[in-house]
């Protein structure tokens, strides 16, 4: 099962490049590494998804050491609608016993 | 194209009564999923289902939890008898595969008194 930690929470400034880690020492090689926000009272949505190295989207990039065993997400300039939970998701989903496990989040305020 | 629709949003019920939700899946999706949301907490998965068969309910309560994934589209979660500690917001989602990237609809909240 693997397990992924993040920070509680985190602040930021409008315009400031936002780096969130996540630690997922038990990562099955199976296992992809994908991150989501979350708004209050809304579903989480996906932002961007990993196996390894580096992958970027319009909207943030996912960095993978080689090992694995965590991620970064960095968000670039972030806004004040930034403000949000951010969850990390390790797991295949292609069997049982590899289930897919959000972390704790991590809160992210950005204030103006 | 539509999203995951689930109802109803808001359900408040008494101890030891029962309550089922329903979900739709976007279309095409092969795989569904049901997370238990407790407020300040991660989502936490209930159960999945590819197509209509269960690939983990590993932590369905299943003394008290069944769900159900009706020819392979939508799908039913039903609490009975239900208890105070399963108050949270229950999310339904759907994803293309396995392991693409899931959509999630916008939840009911669900209070036990």
């Known amino acids: 099962l693997a397990k992924t930690t993040q920070p509680i929470s985190m602040d930021s400034y409008e315009g400031q490049e936002v780096n969130i880690t996540c630690s997922h020492n038990n990562i099955a090689t199976n296992d992809y590494i994908t991150w989501y926000q979350q708004f209050p009272s809304q579903g989480p949505r996906f932002i961007i998804q990993?196996?390894?190295t580096k992958v970027t989207n319009e909207v943030a990039s996912l960095f993978i050491p080689a090992d694995r065993k965590s991620s970064t997400l960095s968000l670039p300039r972030v806004s004040l609608s930034d403000t949000a939970v951010y969850y990390c998701?390790?797991?295949?989903?292609?069997?049982?016993?590899?289930?897919?496990?959000f972390g704790g989040g991590t809160r992210l305020m950005v204030k103006p | 194209e539509a999203g995951v629709a689930q109802s109803p949003r808001y359900k408040i019920i008494e101890k030891r009564q029962s309550v089922a939700f329903w979900c739709n899946p976007i279309?095409?999706?092969?795989?569904l999923y049901w997370y238990q949301q407790i407020l300040g907490q991660g989502p936490k998965l209930l159960i999945q289902?590819?197509?209509?068969?269960?690939?983990?309910d590993s932590q369905l309560p299943k003394d008290r939890f069944s769900a159900e994934r009706l020819k392979g589209v939508d799908s039913t979660l039903k609490i009975q008898p239900a208890k105070l500690e399963d108050s949270a917001v229950y999310l339904c989602a759907s994803s293309r595969d396995f392991h693409y990237e899931q959509y999630f609809g916008p939840g009911t909240r669900l209070t036990v008194t």
């Open positions: 990993g196996y390894k």
């Open positions: 279309s095409g999706h092969a795989t």
């Open positions: 998701l390790v797991g295949d989903g292609n069997n049982a016993g590899n289930m897919l496990t």
């Open positions: 289902f590819q197509n209509n068969g269960v690939v983990d």
